[in-house]
């Protein structure tokens, strides 16, 4: 089973500042089958990036995945309110199709 | 894009059953494998089952393997999880989305409350 680790568990940040969010792996994984998922409050998750670094459509270019084998960032460039959330990352080349634990991105 | 709307959450005792349906729309339910996801409110997510686009091949995570059956019906555009057994960890919150076999969860729906309680 991969394991995903997110980092950091809270970003307090303010309106206009860079976020950068953390995905590990506990093993490589191949093809960057690595999804992230965007939840707000009382709402399902949406996807935002697939395949590492392609954006869903309708996403924002503010957004920006990158990354391979273990180790995978979200970036947010410049934060607008509607962006603070929890984010999750996910795998989907394990057949367990597992969820990082997420990251809060808070109003400082 | 399909729009998905679950139904038939609720409260059951443990040992109880429940089946969950998701309605779709949209003219491409047919073409992708389907899963659902469940949530514990304020906690993280977990994939629970999924089904390729012809019905023909499933799959469970370890803890429902036995208790639960996902199946489709694609003429009515609709996803179903039969539960059997619950048990009061299956208290959660579970999403129908589009995605199963090395793909993304690309569409969700609101999510359907099941209880397992005493």
């Known amino acids: 089973e991969v394991v995903l680790t997110q980092s950091p568990g809270t970003l307090s940040l303010s309106p206009g500042e860079r976020a950068t969010l953390s995905c590990r792996a506990s093993?490589?994984?191949?093809?960057?089958?690595l999804a992230w998922y965007q939840q707000k409050p009382g709402q399902a998750p949406r996807l935002l990036i697939y395949?590492?670094?392609s954006r869903a459509t309708g996403i924002p270019d503010r957004f920006t995945g990158s990354g391979s084998g273990t180790d995978f960032t979200l970036a947010i460039s410049r934060l607008e309110p509607e962006d603070f959330a929890v984010y999750f990352c996910?795998?989907?080349?394990?057949?367990?199709?597992?969820f990082g634990q997420g990251t809060k991105v808070e109003i400082k | 894009e399909v729009h998905l709307v679950e139904s038939g959450g609720g409260v059951v005792r443990p040992g109880g059953s429940l089946r969950l349906s998701c309605a779709a729309s949209?003219?491409?339910?047919?073409?992708?494998?389907m899963s659902w996801v469940r949530q514990v409110p304020g906690k993280g997510l977990e994939w629970v089952s999924g089904?390729?686009?012809?019905?023909?091949?499933?799959d469970y995570v370890d803890s429902v393997k036995g208790r639960f059956t996902i199946s489709r019906d694609n003429a009515k555009k609709s996803l179903y999880l039969q539960m059997n057994s619950l048990r009061v960890e299956d208290t959660a919150l579970y999403y129908c989305?589009?995605?199963?076999?090395?793909?993304?969860?690309?569409?969700w729906g609101q999510g359907t409350l099941v209880t397992v309680s005493s």
């Open positions: 395949r590492a670094s």
């Open positions: 093993q490589s994984i191949s093809s960057d089958y």
């Open positions: 989305a589009r995605g199963f076999n090395f793909g993304p969860f690309a569409d």
């Open positions: 996910q795998q989907y080349v394990d057949s367990r199709r597992t």
């Open positions: 089904i390729t686009w012809s019905g023909d091949s499933t």
């Open positions: 949209g003219s491409t339910f047919g073409d992708h494998g």
